[in-house]
């Protein structure tokens, strides 16, 4: 699968519009762009995914670059609850099931966000 | 509905004793992931069931770790001759699919403490 690169560390105040930055330069056709967070002492969930286009659902917006080498995870107010380790993940599909379905973490970027 | 869940939420054990986790997942997801966790690190995947059959282990660390899902439901990871590098967040996740992209929702993990 190929790598991401994310900003160890992020700040932002409560309220504000957070922009969450990932490198994929050596992404693949096949390859999808999954976001996940992880609060404290919680296993990860699912924020948004895409292939191309851009994706809005409730909790996020996806933007992805024409190239599809870099994105961006938008939180379009920031709340205290939003405070969370992200993870940008590279999905490759372009194979069967089984194997290529685990996720692959980096260390992700961890989002502050101050009263 | 009810979420992915595990037992025990911690787990104290001395070195060279065996321990067992358990996870139940999402009913009726034909996907099983266990993952660990190392403090500071982003999850690491050990090891894929598609039903009962395990079609990836790729990620277990030494033949000390085992993993079964018996019926397709349940899954036990079972660590034998635990050591202090063991230590970690174990978390298992399931899925309702197996083509790649589906959402894999986390359990809140089982933390082991090896002394």
């Known amino acids: 699968d190929a790598k991401t690169t994310q900003p160890n560390s992020m700040e932002s105040n409560e309220e504000e519009p957070v922009h969450l930055p990932c490198n994929h330069s050596t992404i693949s056709g096949t390859d999808y762009i999954h976001w996940y967070r992880q609060l404290p002492s919680q296993g990860p969930e699912y924020v948004i995914h895409?292939?191309?286009s851009n994706v809005n659902n409730r909790m996020a917006s996806l933007a992805i670059a024409e190239d599809r080498k870099s994105s961006t995870l938008i939180l379009h107010r920031a709340t205290l609850r939003d405070a969370a380790v992200y993870y940008c993940i590279l999905r490759d599909v372009g194979g069967y099931g089984g194997a290529t379905n685990k996720l692959i973490f980096g260390t992700g970027t961890l989002l502050a966000v101050q009263p | 509905g009810a979420g992915v869940s595990q037992s025990p939420r911690y787990k104290v054990a001395k070195r060279g004793q065996d321990v067992a986790l358990r996870c139940d997942p999402i009913s009726g997801h034909v996907s099983l992931f266990w993952y660990q966790q190392a403090l500071g690190q982003g999850p690491e995947f050990l090891t894929y069931?598609?039903?009962?059959?395990?079609?990836?282990k790729s990620g277990l660390p030494s033949d000390r770790f085992f993993a079964e899902r018996p019926e397709g439901s349940v899954s036990t990871l079972k660590i034998q001759r635990t050591q202090q590098e063991d230590s970690a967040v174990y978390l298992c996740a399931s899925s309702w699919g197996t083509s790649g992209v589906e959402t894999q929702y986390f359990g809140p993990g089982t933390r082991l403490l090896v002394l």
């Open positions: 895409g292939l191309t």
């Open positions: 069931f598609q039903n009962e059959a395990q079609l990836d």
